[in-house]
């Protein structure tokens, strides 16, 4: 059930943004009184799985879900449809209109890509407003679960207030930011720190199966009790340990940092239980654990009701959400160009986070959510326009280069030439298809 729950997120996202990127295409080209023969949400081919010709268009669905695409007559392509080409140019082809006209029709997709995302970002703030921990209310600082960051620098405690140039307001802003820095400032022991990064920090984090990065300190909070724990006496769900070998315990990484040096050993403790706190005997077994489950998160509410974090809940008007909702579309754009950026770095070991539909796919959640769907969405809005943009030829970006060569210089670049770099930009994507998928199947296969 979990597969077809996600499954069914991944094809709705996909043709939302296929359907609306060709869109983009389609409309203009209609305006300028240009022919689009076909308009298809995934490939066909060989066949459809659905067809319909209305007009002089043919509508249809493809069975292979990679992309989707618009036929515009008298233009080169991905159809290769060299044929068409080789008579002469009708007033109701691409190639007949002004170059500026056909400019417009191949920014379209992307165009409607980055809307999309700014309308699906304006709609989510207005619709579930904004819950946020301050970051000035994480007092004790954070907690390091990544042991890449641990070797890197960062302690447990350190208060981050600023990666790379950007001062951090919002305890949520770390993590997606901290995978990309250079450098982290944090107070530690009431002392400004300024910790570099290594340039392979990313590919030494893929390198661990730890995903996070930091999380919020929180108590040691026993969620289970597993038959047979040396300890299943002393202890009882939901018992909070508050101290431990003499030691008072507030979080539990406090707790975790003594347990590698008491090995075997029989401890005094104190745990929270119905209000009160009660001593108790613990047993710690030769591996350093008490035998017991806890709970590694809490929902943010515990969290306040536990007096730990101040939890902030903000409600916007339809007015109020656009410029926060542009601002966010910004954000994700901006930390997109860095992920391309550090892509192309062979020093940062990027490359080897490239993922295709396999990852895209894992991205969705085993359990339906609007809310982290949508999110996912614009997000995938995003990486999808600016993906099309780059500069070569067979995606609209390649299209976008010969046309401003040809508005500058005045002259067209031939149509046999277009077809041989739609021919060279074809295997270049083929190959990074390859290239990206091979990755999400070496992933699943050796890791």
Not at 11 to 29: N, Q, R, T, Y
Not at 209 to 227: E, N, Q, V
Not at 339 to 366: H, R
Not at 390 to 395: C, D, E, Q, S
Request: net charge positive.
């Amino acid at each position: 059930m979990e597969f077809v729950i996600k499954l069914s997120q991944f094809l709705l996202s996909l043709s939302i943004l296929i359907v609306l990127h060709e869109l983009g295409h389609f409309i203009p080209a209609k305006l300028f009184k240009t022919r689009v023969e076909k308009f298809y949400l995934f490939f066909d081919v060989k066949f459809s799985l659905f067809k319909k010709k209305v007009g002089e268009t043919v509508y249809g669905i493809g069975w292979l879900p990679l992309g989707g695409y618009v036929k515009i007559a008298g233009m080169i392509d991905e159809s290769m449809d060299t044929e068409q080409m080789q008579g002469e140019p009708q007033p109701w082809e691409f190639r007949s209109k002004p170059a500026w006209q056909r400019l417009i029709i191949m920014l379209g997709g992307v165009l409607v890509n980055f809307i999309l995302a700014f309308i699906i970002y304006i709609g989510m703030t207005f619709y579930y407003g904004q819950q946020y921990i301050a970051n000035s209310d994480v007092k004790d600082g954070v907690w390091v679960i990544n042991p890449v960051l641990e070797k890197a620098g960062l302690q447990n405690g350190d208060k981050i207030v600023r990666i790379d140039q950007t001062k951090i307001e919002r305890f949520n802003d770390i993590q997606p930011q901290l995978a990309l820095a250079k450098e982290v400032e944090v107070i530690r022991k009431g002392k400004d720190t300024v910790i570099k990064l290594p340039v392979n920090f990313i590919d030494q984090l893929l390198k661990t199966d730890h995903k996070a990065l930091i999380t919020l300190r929180i108590p040691f909070i026993i969620s289970d009790i597993p038959a047979g724990s040396h300890n299943a006496k002393q202890l009882k769900k939901k018992d909070i340990l508050k101290g431990f070998n003499g030691q008072p315990i507030t979080y539990a990484d406090e707790l975790f940092a003594q347990l590698n040096t008491m090995k075997g050993k029989a401890l005094a403790a104190v745990v929270e239980r119905d209000g009160k706190e009660v001593p108790v005997q613990l047993n710690v077994n030769k591996e350093g654990k008490l035998g017991v489950a806890y709970a590694p998160m809490l929902p943010l509410d515990n969290l306040e009701k536990l007096g730990l974090y101040t939890v902030k809940s903000e409600e916007f008007s339809l007015w109020e959400s656009i410029p926060i909702g542009i601002q966010m579309g910004i954000d994700q754009l901006t930390s997109y160009g860095k992920q391309l950026k550090a892509i192309f770095n062979p020093d940062t070991g990027a490359y080897k986070a490239v993922g295709g539909f396999g990852a895209i796919f894992n991205v969705f959640p085993s359990a339906w959510s609007w809310q982290v769907f949508w999110g996912i969405t614009a997000f995938l809005s995003i990486m999808l326009g600016v993906m099309n943009l780059l500069p070569i030829p067979a995606l609209d970006g390649g299209h976008v280069m010969f046309l401003l060569y040809e508005m500058i210089s005045g002259r067209k670049p031939s149509d046999k030439f277009l077809e041989r770099a739609q021919m060279v930009g074809f295997v270049i994507l083929i190959a990074l298809l390859v290239f990206a998928n091979g990755n999400d199947l070496y992933k699943a296969i050796f890791k």
